[in-house]
């Protein structure tokens, strides 16, 4: 593991880090190779909260349902939300196996250049690290989304011939994105406090939402609750492909909502124990998502009275509100619910994507690695990282003004981009027989091979079905063009690897091992720092 060195040297894989000695505080090298620049002021409970309010399961599920309702109705919401997320409990399994050996804030892009090895590793984790960025910015332009679009929907639910227009959408969506960009880099002390804030909100509005949806329907007049076939059994999909293909299609749906199992990742130096803590918050934000996403999703399909009105509304889940309710009113109480846990999944977005910048930064694969890679000593975040997350989430709100078909075709790319990522870090280390890590307090052991493989064999089958067009037949604005974001972005990427990246770029060498000593030192004196 890594030895204490200067600021700028960083660790060897077979070095072994030694005790600091008192007053050597802005010396400390952590688990991840690197000097400990950040506070570890994360608590357990805090980092869950990171896991749940960046996941956001059944806020996401609720602000894309129509579109997973084409892929069998109500039955395949279900069926394919439930598969997905038993594929993604396997590949979390493998995330947090490699969490635990390597915490570092680079999270996948550490250990992809860990796994396959000295040979191949700093090119892979070098494409890793890009995927996994961008998958994270992609993701924040749509949590910014939802949001906006939530509120659109809040004013369209009391005013039925309000038409709304793509500029309503950009104005809210380029406020909410810089307020919580702003959150971030303002108030990064109060972060975790937020985030355990979050968990109440997540669960407060699911439990409430779930008491509206089935106590209200069928009450004084108002239309009765769904029946259990139409629910359960009653298979509805006209896109054009055979039945079987649009189940394993349509669990594209589950796969945004359940598939960031890395998110805590990214905080791990900002958690005392994190080979221990990371792993523990990647299982609740997992177990926890799933049975609010699968709950709200029965109780959602329960709450349908009128289904052909879902496909006539631009507002889908707010019209499922509105007739479980029966009233505008109730509608936009349940809509502020999903509003508030969008909000803080906003910022935590923002947190895991800023510092999975700063990890590549740091490490040299970005231009201008001193200043994208520098922690703000007075914010004690990586500040310019964060912005430029923004940036880019504010130029992709630009995009959408000009064109939704290309809008839609960046954030669908996220399942692609994440999936990409996951498979550079777990098929290597695999691949070499798992040996390329010194292994941290969560380990697999015999289970870590067979578990490996299924989780890099649906990750690899998958990555190919959600290419596949929407429904058949398509056209210019209806084909799926997520797979040709990938692929032009990892082109980019590779222009930047040949045109300068390998000169200088070295990459991550800590292999794991943690220093049980160093991983529990909550501050690092920011005066100190400072002064280095």
């Known amino acids: 593991m890594a030895s204490t060195k200067g600021k700028t040297e960083e660790a060897g894989p077979n070095d072994t880090i ?21 506070d570890r002021n994360f608590s357990l409970l805090a980092a869950a909260g990171v896991g749940l309010v960046v996941g956001n399961v059944w806020p996401a599920v609720g602000g894309s349902i129509l579109v997973a309702i084409f892929n069998g109705g109500p039955p395949g919401v279900i069926y394919e939300f439930i598969v997905v997320s038993v594929f993604y409990w396997i590949v979390a399994a493998s995330i947090a196996e490699l969490a635990s050996a390597i915490p570092s804030s680079g999270g996948v892009y550490h250990w992809a250049s860990v796994t ?21 910015v992609f993701g924040a332009a749509s949590m910014s989304f939802i949001f906006a ?57 699911f439990f409430i939402t779930i008491v509206v949806l089935a106590a209200m329907p069928g009450s004084d007049g108002r239309p009765p609750h769904a029946s259990s076939s139409f629910v359960w059994s009653e298979w509805t999909a006209d896109i ?22 890395d998110a805590v990742s990214h905080i791990a130096e900002e958690i005392p124990n994190p080979g221990k803590n990371v792993p523990i918050a990647i299982a609740t934000q997992m177990g926890i998502g799933f049975l609010t996403g699968l709950c709200y999703i029965i ?18 889940v707010a019209e499922i509100y509105r007739q479980a309710t029966g009233s505008s009113a109730g509608a936009i109480g349940l809509l502020c619910l999903l509003l508030f846990c969008v909000g803080v999944c906003m910022v935590g977005v923002y947190i895991t994507a800023g510092r999975a910048l700063w990890a590549l930064a740091r490490d040299g694969a970005t231009p201008f690695p001193h200043h994208i890679g520098k922690v703000s000593t007075n ?23 000009g064109s ?72 210019a604005q209806s084909m799926n063009y997520a797979c040709l974001i990938w692929g032009a972005l990892t082109i980019f990427v590779t222009v930047w690897w040949f045109a300068s990246a390998r000169k200088g770029y070295v990459g991550p060498k800590s292999t794991g091992g943690i220093n049980a000593e160093i991983e529990h030192v909550r501050r690092v004196s920011v005066e100190k720092r400072a002064s280095v």
């Open 240 to 261: 054009g492909y055979p039945n079987g293909f649009v189940f394993v299609a349509g669990m594209l749906n589950g796969a945004y909502a359940v598939g960031t199992p």
């Open 149 to 205: 679009n939530t509120i659109v929907q809040m004013y369209g639910v009391t005013h039925p011939d309000f038409e709304a227009k793509q500029w309503h959408v950009f104005v809210t969506y380029i406020i909410a994105t810089w307020i919580a960009c702003a959150c971030v880099c303002l108030f990064n002390k109060a972060m975790p406090y937020l985030n355990t804030v979050g968990i109440f909100l997540i669960l407060a509005g």
């Open 299 to 316: 109780a959602l399909m329960y709450a349908i009275s009128d289904y052909d009105a879902l496909f006539d509304s631009a507002f889908p």
């Open 404 to 475: 939704t078909t290309a809008f839609n075709a960046f954030v669908g790319s996220f399942v692609l981009m994440c999936s990409g990522s996951y498979i550079a870090a777990i098929l290597p280390n695999l691949l070499t027989g798992r040996k390329n890590i010194t292994y941290g307090p969560f380990q697999m052991g015999k289970l870590g091979v067979p578990i490996n493989i299924l989780a890099c064999g649906y990750m690899m089958v998958w990555f190919v079905i959600y290419c596949f067009p929407y429904a058949l037949p398509t056209d």
């Open 116 to 136: 396959p090895g000295k040979a191949w590793g700093r090119v892979v984790g070098f494409y890793a690290g890009y995927w996994n960025w961008l998958a994270w």
């Open 18 to 38: 030694t005790h600091p000695h008192e007053g050597e505080m802005s010396e400390l090298v952590n688990a991840s190779g690197h000097v400990q620049e950040l």
């Open 379 to 401: 914010l004690g975040m990586p500040l310019v990282a964060t912005l430029i997350c923004g940036g880019l989430v504010t130029v992709l709100g630009c995009i959408y003004v």
